[in-house]
């Protein structure tokens, strides 16, 4: 074989060699993606406190419904209806959200019955947890009122309801674990506060100023 020959075969295998190597080290630097971290569901941090929380306040959210169906019918007062259609549009998606979270964490998730009576709940807890719940509203009494008397009698009630669920709230945000839940606690006590403040206003309206 001649020289030329030998140099340029030692050649084209340097080449080939240095392709190889080339393609391997491409191959050894490339590694299989990280899978993202997998963060935990913040609501699956929960305590018994949001459990019962969420039970009586779905409960009680559907008492107020029940009350705002009746002042949507019988309300003569154009005020009170629009306070009762507004508590709708806020109490009911609510009920959607937290009935959610109850069958997320494998929890009862409390209704009406067609008697309207209240649905067993957990015994009461130790001082500074969850309070119990207030009685029902007399419903009946409510459904016999007409005109200004139906008016005054829904929102004297809607008031003392409206208490009911700003003290649960506060007793959420005070012993709750669950971030979602005691932000929703929150939502609920400002909410009420404020339609508390407006009910009572619609009672005892301030007197125009006089000139």
Do not use: Y
């Not at 009494?141 to 309801?161: E, K, S, V, Y």
Request: proline share 9%; charged share 10%.
């Amino acid at each position: 074989m001649s020289q030329a020959v030998r140099s340029a075969a030692i050649a084209a295998a340097f080449i080939a060699a240095t392709a190889l190597s080339g393609c391997a080290g491409v191959q050894s630097t490339q590694s299989p993606p990280i899978p993202a971290a997998v963060q935990p569901s913040p609501t699956q941090q929960f305590n018994d406190t949001d459990v019962q929380f969420l039970q009586q306040m779905i409960v009680h959210h559907q008492q107020a419904l029940m009350m705002a169906r009746m002042a949507a019918a019988k309300a003569a007062d154009a005020d009170v209806k629009q306070l009762a259609a507004q508590i709708t549009q806020e109490q009911a998606p609510e009920i959607e959200q937290m009935s959610a979270w109850l069958q997320q964490w494998g929890k009862p998730v409390p209704s009406m019955g067609p008697g309207m009576a209240l649905p067993s709940m957990s015994p009461p807890m130790g001082p500074g947890m969850m309070p119990s719940m207030r009685p029902m509203p007399d419903m009946g009494r409510l459904q016999n009122m007409t005109g200004q008397g139906f008016d005054q009698m829904f929102l004297q009630m809607m008031i003392a309801h409206h208490e009911g669920a700003v003290t649960m709230a506060k007793a959420e945000i005070a012993g709750g674990a669950n971030p979602a839940v005691k932000q929703l606690a929150e939502k609920i006590q400002a909410d009420q506060s404020a339609q508390i403040e407006q009910m009572r206003q619609m009672l005892n309206p301030s007197p125009s100023p006089t000139r």
